[in-house]
């Protein structure tokens, strides 16, 4: 089958490698010089997939440390996912920050990304998501695993998926500050979204595929 955007093959228990390990842009697909290392692994119940943010020179600078609060103001690495081959209205968007903070919620974005958008938030309990992080120095690293329950009720052969990364450029002095003009945001496929970055369009997502 040949597939239009990028894909990754995963079987079973093994760990795979997310390639490439430059993410680009979201807005133009221009590649980025912050190296994002990925691997994924499917098990019976979890998709596990571990990551490695390089090159993040403000992680210290990150001060959001409750579930579901709007991490995406602020440094994240994102998944967002959904069962299927087609484009997806509807998908699962997961985001962990250096803080092991996390944000969950089930989308709905019947434009596939022309229009409103809607998310029902999935409580950091209820989820059943197992999740680390661990912050270095210009880096930070984590791992988590999101039942194949949550996702699609039970594990499929073929998903729509896409990553995402948000790094921050610039120190920040306020504990409160939101990502801007001062951050990068970043894709494994981009999203080509123009002038203003944008991760919701599922138009763009790869593809995870289950052997």
Request: net charge negative; aromatic share 12%.
């Amino acid at each position: 089958m040949q597939l239009e955007f990028p894909a990754i093959h995963l079987h079973s228990s093994e760990w795979a490698k997310l390639e490439p390990s430059i993410f680009n842009r979201s807005t133009d697909g221009s590649p980025s010089d912050f190296l994002t290392h990925v691997k994924l692994m499917a098990d019976d119940q979890y998709l596990h997939v571990k990551f490695e943010c390089e090159r993040d020179l403000f992680v210290a600078e990150n001060y959001l440390t409750q579930h579901n609060d709007p991490l995406y103001n602020q440094e994240v690495f994102e998944i967002f996912i959904a069962a299927g081959e087609s484009a997806p209205a509807h998908y699962l968007e997961f985001e962990i920050n250096p803080n092991n903070a996390i944000w969950v919620g089930k989308i709905s974005n019947p434009s596939l990304g022309e229009g409103s958008i809607s998310a029902e938030m999935v409580g950091h309990d209820e989820s059943g998501i197992l999740h680390s992080v661990k912050k270095g120095k210009d880096c930070w690293s984590g791992q988590f695993s999101i039942p194949w329950v949550l996702i699609s009720g039970q594990q499929r052969k073929h998903y729509r998926v896409n990553f995402y990364r948000i790094v921050s450029t610039k120190s920040q002095a306020e504990k409160d500050w939101v990502c801007g003009e001062d951050c990068e945001f970043l894709c494994w496929n981009s999203t080509l979204s123009g002038a203003v970055a944008a991760f919701h369009k599922p138009r763009r997502f790869g593809h995870l595929v289950i052997h």
